[in-house]
C-alpha cells in the first residue's frame, strides 16, 4: 500500500457510479440516502438474486449484467460466509475501484470471521490491483459534495468538517447530533469499521490535502492485526497534520480494549504510548465521550469559520487570561473556582485597571475585580463602557453568564442585547473569543432567546465546565503549533 494510493481517494467520497451486492430490504438505508443528496440514480445499479427493484431502483439479477464496466463504489452487503465467494467473482467481471464491505461479523466475532478479513486482504492485493476496500463492519461513506449518504436524515448542505470514525452508529450520531444542536455541516466522513484495507491513517492524509475540509474529527479504537506497521504510519500521518484533529481513542484503558475486541476486533495499544505521540503530535486528545467531541468541534468550527467569513488567518488564543462578567456574585464566586480548577486563569484587576474602570462606572454594589459583577445594569450603556475597557490585549476569553428574558419585545432586553452585540464585535475585533453560558432548562423564552444568539453567531454553551474544557482544546492546539513552528 503506497502513500500514492492513499491520497487519492476521490471516488470514494463522490462516485460517478455506484453499485449495492446483494440488495435487499437493508438497502432502502442507501438508496433513500442518495435520493435525499440529489444522486443521480441512473447512475444507481442494485444487484439482487430475489428482488426486481427496490424503492423504485431496477435491480439486475448478476454483477456481470450491470450495463457498464467500471464501478467507481461497490456497497457489498453479504452474508460473511459468501463474502470471499462473491469479491473473487465481482473482481473477475468488473473493475471496481473501492468497495465497501457492509457486511459484519467477521474480525470482531471470531477466528473464522479473522480469516475471513484475512482472505478479503488478499484478494485485493492479488486481483484488485487498484481496488481499495474500507469495512468490513461499517456503516459507510457521507459527503454532501459526492452526493452519497447511508441516511436520509443527514444534511444536504456541504460542510468543512471531516470524520472518520471506526463505529458506525457513533459516525451517525456525531452528524445528526451536532448539525441539530449547533448547525455544524460536515464535508466528508467515512465509517471504516475493522480497516481491513483502508486505515485512519489513509484518511488523515486525504483530508489533510483537501481544500474542502477545515477541521477533522476521529474515533479510534484500534489497529487490524492485518497492519503491523500501522501504528508508525499514523504517528507520521498525526505528525503531518496542518488542520486541527480532535481524537478519541476508544481503546485508551485495558477494559476499553477488551470493549474494542468485540466491537471492531482491532487491537489497543497502551496508553502511555498514546501520551507520547499526542505531546509529538498536533493532534488534540478528547475524552471519550461524544458529548465532549461536540462541544470542542462546535467551538473550533465557530472560530475557523469566524475567519473564513472574514477572509482573515485564523487567529487561535496564545493564553488562557479569562474575563468574567455577570449579574450574580455567587455565580462569579462558583465560575472562579471552575476555571481556575480547569487550568484557566483569571486575572485580578487591581491597580491601574481598577481606578480605570472606576472612572467609567463608580460601582455601589457589585464587584470590578475579575469576575465583574454588575447588578441591574446589563442595558445601560455603562455596561458596555465597562465591558470594553475591561477587555485589554491581555485577555483571550470573555465569558458572560446570561438567561430568558419574559420580554423580548421591551426597551430593557433589546437595550441588553444591543450591548451585547457591540461586546462581541468589540472582542473580536481584538481577535478574542467570547461565549455565552446560557443554561439549559424547558421554556419557550430561553429556546427563543437561544435562537436569536444563534443568528447573530454568538458562541453559546449551556454548563461554565463544557465552555473552559472546549476552550483549553483551542489553546492546547494554538500552543502545539506554536512550538511546531519555532522548531521549523
Not at 71 to 79: E, G, M, P
Not at 134 to 156: E, H, Q, T, V, W
Not at 443 to 466: A, C, G, H, Q, T
Request: glycine share 6%.
Amino acid at each position: 500500500m503506497t502513500d500514492d494510493k492513499a491520497s487519492s481517494l476521490d471516488f470514494l467520497f463522490k462516485p460517478r457510479t455506484v453499485a449495492i451486492y446483494d440488495a435487499r430490504a437493508t438497502a432502502r438505508s442507501f438508496i433513500e440516502g442518495f435520493q435525499a443528496q440529489g444522486f443521480d440514480l441512473e447512475n444507481l445499479y442494485l444487484v439482487s438474486s430475489s428482488e426486481e427493484e427496490i424503492s423504485g431502483v431496477k435491480c439486475y439479477k448478476s454483477f456481470a449484467k450491470i450495463p457498464i464496466d467500471t464501478i467507481d463504489l461497490l456497497i457489498l452487503a453479504v452474508r460473511r460466509e459468501l463474502l470471499i465467494q462473491a469479491l473473487e467473482k465481482i473482481l473477475g467481471e468488473k473493475t471496481v475501484n473501492f468497495i465497501h464491505v457492509f457486511t459484519a461479523g467477521t474480525g470482531e466475532s471470531d477466528e473464522q470471521g479473522f480469516e475471513i478479513e484475512k482472505g478479503i486482504k488478499q484478494i485485493i492485493r492479488r486481483k484488485g490491483i487498484n481496488t481499495r476496500v474500507i469495512g468490513p463492519n461499517c456503516m459507510g461513506i457521507y459527503c454532501p459534495s459526492g452526493k452519497i449518504a447511508y441516511l436520509r436524515s443527514f444534511p444536504l448542505e456541504q460542510g468543512n468538517i471531516a470524520l472518520v470514525f471506526q463505529s458506525g452508529d457513533l459516525t451517525s450520531k456525531m452528524i445528526k447530533f451536532s448539525s441539530t444542536r449547533h448547525g455544524l455541516r460536515f464535508a466528508m466522513a467515512a465509517s471504516i469499521g475493522n480497516c481491513v484495507d483502508l486505515q485512519i491513517s489513509d484518511l488523515l492524509q486525504y483530508y489533510n490535502e483537501s481544500d474542502e475540509i477545515e477541521l477533522i474529527c476521529v474515533y479510534f479504537e484500534g489497529f487490524s492485526k492485518l497492519h503491523d506497521h500501522e501504528g508508525l504510519r499514523l504517528f507520521n500521518a498525526m505528525k503531518r497534520m496542518r488542520k486541527p484533529v480532535l481524537f478519541i481513542n476508544g481503546g485508551k484503558t485495558e477494559r476499553g480494549q477488551t470493549a474494542v475486541l468485540t466491537h471492531t476486533g482491532s487491537v489497543g495499544t497502551s496508553q502511555k504510548i498514546w501520551d507520547a505521540i499526542f505531546k509529538q503530535t498536533p493532534v488534540i486528545e478528547v475524552p471519550n465521550s461524544l458529548e465532549d467531541l461536540i462541544d470542542r468541534t462546535y467551538l473550533f468550527s465557530k472560530v475557523i469559520n469566524r475567519y473564513k467569513r472574514q477572509n482573515k488567518e485564523i487567529q487561535y488564543p496564545k493564553g488562557k487570561n479569562t474575563l468574567v462578567f455577570l449579574w450574580s456574585g455567587g455565580f462569579g464566586i462558583t465560575a472562579t473556582n471552575t476555571l481556575t480548577e480547569l487550568g484557566l486563569e483569571m486575572p485580578y484587576f487591581t491597580g491601574e485597571i481598577i481606578e480605570r474602570l472606576r472612572k467609567v462606572y463608580p460601582l455601589k454594589i457589585g464587584s470590578l475585580n475579575n469576575p465583574l459583577d454588575l447588578p441591574w445594569i446589563s442595558g445601560s450603556p455603562q455596561f458596555l463602557e465597562l465591558s470594553k475597557a475591561a477587555i485589554s490585549e491581555d485577555i483571550d476569553l470573555v465569558i458572560t453568564e446570561s438567561d430568558a428574558w419574559n420580554n423580548m419585545e421591551g426597551k430593557g432586553f433589546q437595550s441588553y442585547f444591543n450591548n451585547l452585540k457591540q461586546i462581541k464585535e468589540h472582542v473580536e475585533a481584538m481577535d478574542k473569543i467570547l461565549i455565552i453560558i446560557l443554561h439549559q432548562y424547558p421554556d419557550s423564552n430561553r429556546d427563543m432567546f437561544y435562537d436569536l444568539l444563534v443568528k447573530e453567531e454568538f458562541i453559546v454553551y449551556p454548563d461554565l465546565r463544557r465552555a473552559g474544557k472546549s476552550f483549553l482544546a483551542l489553546y492546547e492546539y494554538s500552543k502545539k503549533m506554536r512550538n511546531r513552528k519555532n522548531r521549523d
